[in-house]
């Protein structure tokens, strides 16, 4: 079975600009979460989407928002990009909500200038 | 208020010696309880997990855990610590918020040769 994959692996924007980082959730997983991990904190969670459907959110502005597809794809959009948003970007998905774990990407390296 | 803590920041052992790493979580219903493990700049992977039944659970690269309800607790341990055991450990308590209830702080394993 795949794992979780996330594109890209590293990025470099400017402050005001927008992004978006994308999501291939593992085979057979309907939920993908996205965390938030700044240099030497834990990963902090931005929101969940459950069959396409946001299914909880974390303390994040409105800018920071998220799609999933029906092939439980997943992406995740940063609007008006602030210096603090340089961070370690986690995608995490599971099979119904995270009752079973969540399998992990190896994340997205976002540095805004 | 729900949360999780993880006492320790940074824990150094000796290869060969044994390991625990500390968590505890404050929920209001039966968690559900995770260990992952974080090589730098990686993403997690999941280490072990704890719904229901023997309070004593077996994961992967011979780590263990146990639930003690009485002391809110979900201790990681290993017998014997190898150098590739160096990595960040995170605790995460899940249940019915789906994802809300974010990872603790983490704890940093050194092993000294």
Redesign the interface.
Known sequence: ETG?TQSPTHLIKTRGQQVTLRCSSQSGHNTV?W?QQALG?????I??Y?REEE??R?NFPPRFSGLQFPNYSSELNVNALELDDSA?Y?C?SSLE???????????T?LTVV | AQSVTQPDIHITVSEGASLELRCNYSYGATPYLFWYVQSPGQGLQLLLKYFSGDTLVQGIKGFEAEFKRSQSSFNLRKPSVHWSDAAEYFCYVGGTSYGKLTFGQGTILTVHP
């Open positions: 979780v979460s965390y904190q834990g990963p902090q969670f929101f969940q459950y299914n909880g974390g370690l986690l995490a909500r995270e009752i079973y774990g969540y399998t992990f990407g190896s994340g390296r």
